[in-house]
């Protein structure tokens, strides 16, 4: 049953992912908690996703747009949220039933926060595994930690609508790393807690994943450098954020120049140059 005054909003964008999507819709529809809505944003999906998503209605509210690209579909998603909080999910990640229960519970007993997130289970082709250490999720000033990778997973997220208002939505021109991106605006003006029980069941190892594109490290360059040029970032924020610019640069430039793409390479030793 469709909840019309929902206290979270729920967005899952999908594209192609026909067998995952169903258990991803049902690990929210068994949620403990009830006063949700769920948006699913259908991003131009070629396969048997908006068949599938149609046996859910009226439980789920389905959009579908052209493929533009997953951060644009969860914009898509947010600006249509009713909730006072939203809670994204990817669709090929599950939650636990008592995920959004607890994240609420949070939210009560800390008024003051504006967003947590909570522990994951990796899952690589069905097999559990432990993330290494440099995965470790942080909690309070994430900052400093987050510029090294991205360290918050959009699937175990839940914040204040309103923090859209301050830092800006997903950045609709990176075609991955948006959530580093997002969540560094994020981090370098308020703290992101963290639930430390393992309330999202994460499923990789698939050939779709985001996370396998050769361009992450340019992405996370690009969204370092967005990050000086537009945020109010104190002056330790700036001198970190400059220092790991640098060296993604270097590193990204030495890969160029053993590639043989030598234009490519002078054009990030000249960003080194800028902000070294």
Known sequence: MRCNNPKISIVIPTYNRADMVPEAVESVLNQQFRSFEVIV??????????ALLAGFTPAITVIRQDNRGVSAARNRGIRNAKGEFIALLDSDDLWEPEKLTCQSDFFQNHPGALICHTEETWLRKGKRVNPKKRHRKPSGDIFEPSLELCLVSPSAVMMHKTLFDQVGLFDETLPACEDYDLWLRVACRYPVALIDRPLVVKRGGHADQ?????????LRIQALVKLLQNEPLTKTQAARTEAMLCRKASIYANGCRKRGRVKEAVKYEKLIQKYA
């Open 41 to 50: 944003v259908d991003d131009g999906s070629t396969d048997h996703t908006p």
């Open 210 to 218: 985001l996370s396998k594109m050769a361009c992450l490290d340019r």
